[in-house]
């Protein structure tokens, strides 16, 4: 704290992560496989940022580099017979072995600046510049610009406008080793549009309307499993397949209506309608988040050192594929469109109670959760079996 309204800041960091995952999948029906997964991954990072000004203008920058490196030892096999898992499907066996051990540096940095518009309205914006570089491979730099803006026509009343666009690289440890890739793709791009209006109706409730519009762009290639997307062993499953989406669009309104007073009761309601997609060969297919319905509510009470909430979600079923099967002339099971049809609905209450005990200049924390209370059977994914009469 260099003067009242000049500030500094300085983080040296290191971290590390380590992943170890192994396992076997063996079907009497035709499949086996095993998967021996090892993954160390390292960063060192240096932080600095500036800060000066007061409440009519302020800005703000900084700089971040890192030095990162990752070892990976990936080994697996799968193997089906013919007719697993249905009648007209061919043998397959896949055999991966990959030790890549990336290293590299990364590369950021900002500026800011928030000022003070007129009485009512407050502007801020803001430009990054990013660059990553594994293997001496040059990722590409990155600038996202952000402009945000606030208008507030009264005391009760706030408008919020936001656009800002946003990259995702790779992190050093997220090769996809599992699914065959050992390359790194570019950055992921992402440009968001924000419109939210806030309304004190009461000295107790408030209200919220926000509107958001996502383009996604350079999306990479993932792999999902269509049936059963919860396996413990994704990879060693039938219905692994990869999906590379040229673009993704987002848009969704969200309305929330809650109780702002906080003494001891509390409770909220909200509502989202969203929409998600992507194109994959150029057809528009729901992404497999896509949730078009929410609703969500919930009751809270706090007294003293207790703290209890019960909340109830309910949203539409998430999209899933379908599959058909014809006995004559031969037997033969048809895969649908991906994503074409629904699972059923979500419904969950929960329950969650915590205490917090004074230690000296200390507290302690504790909670109890109980998820599902009302233990609603929640459909998550299908699974096809063909049995002979």
């Known amino acids: 704290q260099w003067s009242d309204d000049l500030l500094g800041r300085a983080l040296v960091a290191w971290t590390t992560v380590d992943k170890d995952r192994t396992g076997t999948v063996d079907d009497p029906a035709g499949a086996t496989g095993a998967v021996d997964d090892l993954r160390d991954s390292h960063s060192a990072l240096v932080r600095l940022q500036i800060e000066q000004g007061d409440d009519s203008f302020r800005w703000r920058a900084g700089l971040d580099a890192a030095s990162l490196s990752a070892e990976y030892s990936y080994a697996s096999t799968f193997q089906t017979t013919a007719g697993y898992p249905f009648p007209n499907s061919t043998p397959e066996s896949i055999v991966r072995n990959l030790e890549p051990q990336p290293e590299g540096i990364e590369t950021g940095a900002f500026v800011a600046a928030r000022w003070r518009i007129t009485d009512d309205v407050t502007g801020e914006v803001g430009l990054r510049w990013d660059n990553q570089n594994y293997d001496e491979i040059d990722g590409g730099t990155q600038l996202s610009p952000r402009i945000n803006l606030l208008y507030e026509p009264s005391a009760d009343t706030q408008m919020r406008l936001s656009w800002g666009r946003f990259y995702q690289p790779q992190g050093i440890g997220e090769l996809q080793v599992e699914d065959g890739i050992d390359t790194f793709f570019p950055a992921q791009r992402a440009d968001h549009f ?3 209006v ?5 000295e107790r409730i408030s209200a919220r309307v926000e509107a958001y519009y996502k383009d996604y762009e350079e999306l990479k290639p993932r792999f999902e499993n269509i049936f059963d997307p919860l396996v413990v062993l994704p990879e060693l499953q039938t219905d692994r397949v990869e999906i590379a989406p040229s673009a993704g669009l987002v848009r969704g309104l969200e309305f929330l209506l809650r109780d702002r ?6 409770w909220w309601l909200g509502y989202t309608w969203s929409w998600a997609e ?3 060969e150029l057809a528009d297919v729901p992404r497999s988040w896509d949730q078009r319905h929410t609703f969500n509510g919930g009751l809270s009470w706090a007294e003293g050192p207790w703290d209890v909430s019960l909340a109830a979600t309910w949203h539409s079923g998430w999209p899933t594929t379908p599959a058909t099967y014809v006995a ?4 033969l099971v048809t895969i649908g469109a991906r994503n074409s049809t629904h699972l059923g609905d979500f419904r969950s209450v929960d329950l969650r109670a915590g205490y917090t005990f004074a230690l000296g200049d200390t507290e302690l924390l504790t909670f109890v959760e109980i998820i599902n209370l009302l233990a609603f059977k929640n459909p998550c994914c299908v699974e096809y079996t063909v049995r002979d009469d």
């Open 198 to 202: 806030e309304h004190v109706i009461t």
């Open 261 to 266: 007073s906080g003494d001891p009761w509390g």
């Open 328 to 331: 004559e002339p031969e037997p």
């Open 194 to 196: 924000i419109i939210s």
């Open 278 to 280: 992507e194109t994959v």
